[in-house]
């Protein structure tokens, strides 16, 4: 069947949902047709009978606006939850198919996108999760490729260039961009914002670059044909009419996603030579495109084989990876760990904590990958690992280079891949640079572990660009998100392994630069930190008149307080809160019991008070920021903002009247 | 006297400094001594008695570890706050010497830098606002240079390239960037991270390129006499040596911030010829950097000159918009939208309410400086402008692309820079990509207003990528930035008059997508929404027994809940609160008054309840959304969610057991 009929049983999907919907843009759908039509029909590894094979090609639609190509190409092909029903129900409330893709996997939906630029990172992130694996586990169980549908804003966004450089500098040769060259964007042509030659900037960076019509569907096919082969990553710039097959649209602004009416549908048809019905794919088409699947068959069954030929120790350990569960004796060596930080009384700051426990974890957890933005001294977590190179995909450590965003993204395109776990480190303060790809991972419920030092004012000299006064709290807003501030070395072992028993969500886990105190004493049965929040030290000489309730590293200022109110006969608990989405997940009991009632409760935190007042009523006090930090030593800092035991004690006990 | 020693003069100043601080980023400063000494030398524009004077050169340190340079040159070359005293208390608190660069004009400081990338940005904002200024007031008023000194860290970030792409697209020649190509971050090699060659991506997007010895004064000097001539932006890439002084560390990983000691500074002194003791500047050395400033004095006449020729219309204009007040009259004519809104009954999506403003606006406030980020059509801010582009700078229009790190970044240079008003508009899903800029006008108190659109559920069927359900918290948590949500038109006049108003802050203008009916009905005087919060509808049918809160669209949620609540007859108030900051800063009565106290109060925000609970106590209600949105039409996903009159009438029954 000839290439333009497979490729208009698209664009009439496509133009129908739109018509049906009111809204929807048509311009990557109609104009990516041919190029799809290529991919799948001729080179796509994919079972739409098992949709997350883990040896599958994987698909990343970057352009999500352009969300009715995906779910035109998954019905066509065969992936039964994005059935005619599911179509006919675009942009309606419960229909699969969302304004813009939401991931799905067992539809065959690889990733959430939308902000432009997070797919194309994303599958940067699958392509190193395959070559790490490749290199682990060899070619017959790990050999897939990664493809992305990029459209100009994602070549545009800063994340897109971070993405380019590094996917270059790793020579991600699996990595292979469908761009679509249409000259347009939402607001008009692009000469209205960019001038300068894009397919030169991934030459810049070490890509293969070819470029074709993106409307010969043979041209695409062999340029496909030829990335794959090359050991470079791959743009294939593909020059398209936006929204072809609209003749009031096409090759417009308008094409982009301007309103389409039964008018425009019935337009297309003709142009088209489509002469069936609204959301009616004839038999002879479809069944066409329900062959393309058969081909990857053979492959798939050498899979199978390829799998159950593993040794039984590399097949354990491969399935244990890809269903994403710990290995017996993990909690054990966390407790270890644990059990070592109870009985030390020497401090340590909480990142390096972190990076101690990560050293450990190292054999036990080969599937970690971790990256990081240019602060491998600072924050230690390439302790025990090589770095991911070209030549060497075996290493667990990527130099992201100063490039926060992608790396983030490129983390949620790890997790999205499977069979890894993701890590991603930096400074708390450079998370904004990150933020939309959290938003991403939060969203799609992807277990990527952000990994965050220098948390608070405790940075000290580097001054208030440095110290994230405000973005606990701007992370606590953020659903399906778990920030932890563990405040010593126990509690940072025992936030370790919640978070690696969180499969279904992103965590923060935020550590701090300066030395830690032990707060924690032996005694506590299980993980307290589970429970997001506990009691640390009871009230001593009597029943409960204060309650301090603090995060991280003011738990120790917490724990001095007490002290100096315990001396002065006020009987005071230390209430540590390292997770207070955990927390707020617990009976209402259980929060009673530890937040105590009736009585004075202080929040302190090196932050804002912004959004501590979800555990303090209007009488209660906070010891925190008010403000920016300023810079100088992290001592004078605390207190020049009045966060110490002094400070602490005088406003509780101003506050009692005594 | 020769260059090297003035360039020493300022690697001796900072060693000193970061020895005496026990840290600090060596490696900016001491590789970069010479090419600063070149440009100071032979060709920056500026007048230490005048740091702010309009017309000088500006000058950013992009990648502002090196802080030190920045302050070595401008004690050397005069500027009276940065003095020896102020050096020797480098990163200690108090001293204008931070750990990184600070903002005070008055000082020299230009911007606050840190975050990579964002200083290169805010440059590019600056040579903006001087090619708009330039082209409305003339050459003799407005003829200056914008300097960068750039890391490679500047460069990796996507910031960096959108800056790269947007500058090279808007020609603008006026735009400087020394780059300080050393080879090393803090990793180590750059080869760690990057293989590409950087200096052409700057060709690929149509700059002028100029490769020099970073240690050859002279040569440096030419090219950027080269710099100056050429219509385009310019890259000048000076290959260095980092921390080049230091027999120990330089040219090594170590040179970029590894800790110094006295031994090292001693070997400084012995290897650069330097036998002055600490913080020592001999006088010869001082006079030769101190007569660098009096080059200029001609330019600084002629320009005194100018403006007392200034027609006195212009110049009035000119004074107007320097001292960033606000024309006679502006208040006046939003006073007549608003009285328009007032005795209008017609719905108006709130995003083309503050369309309609702005064009009002328009002849009143000829300095404003539209950026958008592709997003021209549905957020409507271009009407009455033309676009900036190479040969119409004078346009007040800039068409940023899919650049939104970018803009917001370059309108902060653009209020660093003065005589303008930068607008930054795109959808608020979308501010995530601007988070790290937004800060750093906050932490700076730069006047930039970020206008957002599509700012709930409300946006509808493009899903939960597009839903910002957690961005009003996240933007509420963070210090110095004034959000405003209005409710409706009236509002939207009243809160363009506030923000236009703080010209010490940013400000977030946050509209609805979706149509808004009015609330407010005439009488009330003056601008309540200059209180942050006040009440739109007392309790009519008795003492108040409920307050409904609410902000933007869901006031008029909460007016038909309460009119619903009055016919059962629950007396009940409605608070409109836009501006919670605002709100916060009132006297404690006026709160109480306007909140209420001793009965139910229940708050209403598309949104997540975080932040929420400083208006509420814990047994008060929310109704807002508890985790992300769904694709879906917008008034469906308000029922789903639970956002509704029915709603809010059934929570406060049930809560008041009626």
Redesign the interface.
């Known amino acids: 069947m000839d290439s333009q009929t497979l490729a208009n049983a698209i664009r009439m999907l496509s133009i129908d949902a739109i018509v049906k919907?009111g809204?929807g843009h048509q311009g990557v759908p109609l104009g990516m047709a041919d190029i799809a039509t290529a991919l799948y029909r001729d080179h796509l590894k994919f079972n739409p009978a098992d949709p997350t094979w883990p040896d599958r090609d994987r698909v990343v639609l970057s352009n999500?606006?352009g969300s009715m190509l995906l779910y035109s190409l998954l019905y066509l092909t065969g992936y039964t939850q994005v059935s005619l029903d599911a179509i006919q129900g675009f942009?309606?409330?419960?229909?699969i198919c969302?304004?813009?893709p939401?991931y799905e996997p067992e539809a065959g939906i690889e990733v959430?996108?939308?902000?432009?630029?997070q797919g194309i990172a994303n599958a940067m992130g699958m392509a190193v999760a395959e070559a790490h694996q490749r290199a682990r586990f060899g070619d017959a169980m790990v050999n897939h490729y990664t493809y992305a549908f990029v459209g100009?804003?994602c070549l545009?966004?800063?994340?897109?260039?971070?993405t380019i450089?590094?996917a270059?500098?790793l020579k991600l040769g699996r990595l292979i961009f469908l761009w679509d060259d249409n000259k347009i964007?939402?607001?008009g042509s692009t000469q209205?914002?960019?001038?300068?030659?894009v397919a030169?900037?991934f030459r810049?960076?070490?890509w293969h670059v070819c470029e074709v019509d993106g409307h010969d569907s043979a041209a695409v096919s062999v340029a496909i044909a030829a990335a794959k082969q090359d050991p470079r990553p791959s743009l294939i710039a593909c020059a398209t009419v936006i929204g072809r097959g609209l003749p009031r649209v096409q090759g417009l602004r308008a094409g982009h996603s301007a309103r389409l009416f039964s008018d425009d549908a019935a337009a297309a048809r003709a142009l088209l030579g489509w002469p069936h019905p609204a959301f009616e794919i004839p038999s002879e088409v479809l069944s066409v495109w329900r062959t393309f699947a058969d081909q990857s068959r053979p492959a798939y069954r050498a899979w199978q084989a390829a799998h159950a030929a593993l040794l039984s120790s590399q097949r354990r350990q491969w399935d244990r990876q890809q269903s994403a569960t710990l290995p017996d004796g993990l909690v054990a060596c966390l407790n270890d760990y644990k059990r070592r930080a109870l009985s030390s009384n020497a401090p340590i700051a909480g990142i390096i904590a972190s990076a101690e426990i990560n050293d450990l974890l190292g054999p036990w957890l080969p599937e970690r990958l971790v990256g990081?933005a240019?602060?491998?001294?600072?924050t230690s977590h390439k302790r025990g690992l090589t770095?991911f190179t070209p030549d060497m995909p075996d290493g667990g450590y990527l130099?992201?280079?100063?490039?926060?965003?992608?790396m983030a993204a490129m983390a949620n395109g790890m997790a999205a891949h499977g069979g890894v776990i993701p890590l991603a480190v930096t400074y708390l303060?450079?998370s904004?640079?990150e933020?939309?790809s959290i938003?991403?991972a939060?969203?799609m419920g992807l277990a990527v572990k952000y990994v965050f030092s220098h948390d608070s004012i405790g940075v000290?000299?580097?001054?208030?660009?440095?110290q994230p006064?405000?973005f606990l709290?701007?992370f606590?807003?953020?659903?399906?998100l778990y920030l932890m501030r563990p405040a010593d070395a126990v509690e940072a072992a025992e936030c370790w392994e919640i978070a690696l028993g969180i499969d279904d969500a992103p965590c923060a886990l935020v550590f701090a630069k300066q030395d830690l105190v032990r707060v924690r004493a032996p005694g506590l049965s299980g993980n307290p930190c589970a429970h997001g929040g506990y009691v640390l030290q009871p009230a001593q000489s009597g029943p409960r008149q204060v309650t301090l309730l603090a995060t991280g590293s003011e738990v120790a200022i917490a724990c001095d307080a007490r002290a100096r109110l315990e001396a002065l006969g006020i009987a005071t608990a230390v209430v540590s809160l390292p997770c207070w989405e955990l927390f707020a997940e617990q009976t209402e009991a259980y929060r009673q019991d530890v937040l105590g009632s009736g009585h004075l409760r202080v929040g302190v935190e090196a932050a804002?008070?912004?959004?501590w007042?979800?555990w303090l009523?209007?009488s209660d006090l906070f010891i925190g920021m008010?403000?920016?930090g300023?810079?100088?030593?992290a001592e004078?800092?605390y207190e020049?903002f009045g966060i110490s035991a002094e400070a602490i004690v005088s406003a509780v006990q101003q506050r009692l009247g005594q």
């Open positions: 919907a809204e999500g606006h942009r309606e409330l419960g229909s969302a304004g813009h939401e959430t996108t939308g902000p432009l630029g100009d804003g545009q966004e800063g994340i897109g260039q971070e450089s590094l270059g500098h964007t939402d607001d209205l914002s960019i001038s300068e030659d030169a900037r810049v960076a070490g990081c240019d602060l491998e001294a600072p770095a130099h992201c280079g100063i490039r926060e965003h992608a303060a450079f904004d640079y933020r939309a938003r991403m939060a969203l000290g000299r580097n001054g208030p660009t440095h006064v405000e709290a701007s606590r807003a953020m659903p399906n804002v008070r912004f959004g007042d979800q009523s209007p008010h403000g920016y300023l810079s100088g030593p004078q800092l020049h």
